[in-house]
């Protein structure tokens, strides 16, 4: 389990330092914007901010309603899909870079 | 791609999808918690519901869509025939006559100032006495001195010889003659232009030669364009000639050359110069009646008979009054004495006095 743990660490810290990590999460991003993913999710806010008044909304609060919902609505997205494969891409390509270490994982 | 991978991960295909699914969530998340971030800021800074708005306002400014009507419903050619009042004249005028009225009205144009002055003399009472009181000044001051008044009265009798372009331009510049002598405004300005009196013999001969230098009447410089300088006439270059060389200086410039070594007109010229220090207070009265003199004889003779008279007064000063052979003699030496006294001092009435006796 800790090679598990020390795997997708060092694969983050990779994505992190190769700048991929930044290009992945702008894409996300542009990519729900186009799909309607974020206006849906203002709206969602919006209840949510008129449900509790104005003065009392903190961030907290909002991360806990809007991002379960957030990540439900962005599976269902199918423009947001195209990201998960890029996603899979850059990671399994990372693997093949961690080989050595996918290789002990492996023999272990 | 994915067979590689799969092939590649083999028995870690889960473990793998499993990353790839956190990873994702990740980005997921991070996008979410930057949502929240923005609406959060929005709501605290209060431009969240900016663009919120009722159904009752959007209804109000529903964009019409009608013909002749612009898309907030207003006819669209309302202001092609507004009217403004002018807060000057109290007149409407016309929206798109509106800035070249005011222009007129309040007088910000090159012409319209003269002409709104003029309104606005003529509208206010105030105002009215006081121009009325302004044109008394002008009148008092053609007559301030005996001379002006003379010259006036002369000048209208003349009028048929004079182009009107002339004699208005002498009208224009007499009224400001009287003012001048009755400002003391004697002293000269030298920042200027080139002013003749502080030359020397030689430098205005010089000077002469090459440039129109017709003394003007307002600004007492000599002009520095050339000879043929379309301003001043031949009869002014002349004068100014005979006034600055002396009297048998010869006047137009092509003759100028031949008196190159003709020394006796230094004489006069160089006894003024001395005699500056003499006579150096003379009264604006003085000017007037020395003019009213200079009016009554004729200007042609003198420069045709000019030469004993001054040989006497070079050679013994005012003692050759005396000798001065006939009466007319006399009195052209008298002329030119006095001529060499105003020398120092010469006015813009003197000058103009010169003119005058050409016409």
Redesign the interface.
Known sequence: MSKDYQLRAAINQKLIEMGERERLKELLRAKLVECGWKDQLKAHCKDVIREKGLDHVTVEDLVTDVTPKGRGSARLKHNSRGVSVCVCVSVSTLCLLFSPLQLSYRTA | ?KME?MR?????NT??EA??Q????E???????????E??RA??QGY??LDETDQESMKEFEIVDQPGVDIFGQVFNQWKNKECECPNCRRLIAASRFAPHLEKCLGMGRNSSRIASRRLASNNNMSKSESDQEDNDDVNDNDWSYGAEKKAKKRKSDKNQNSPRRSKSLKHKNGELGSSIASESYKYNYNTGISYESLGPDEVRSLLTTQCGVISEHTKKMCTRSQRCPQHTDEQRRTVRVFLLGPSAPALPDAELESSSFDIPDGPSLMSRLQWEDSSDISPADSASSKASANHSDSRRPKKKKRPALGLSSAGGSGGLAEGGGGMGGSQSNLSLMTKKKKPKISAAFISSIYDDMN
Do not use: N, Q, T, W
């Open positions: 791609m991978e590649l991960s083999g028995p870690d473990k793998l990353l790839m956190d990873i994702y969530s980005l997921v998340e991070d996008a979410c918690l930057g949502l929240c971030f609406v959060h709501v605290k969240f519901f």
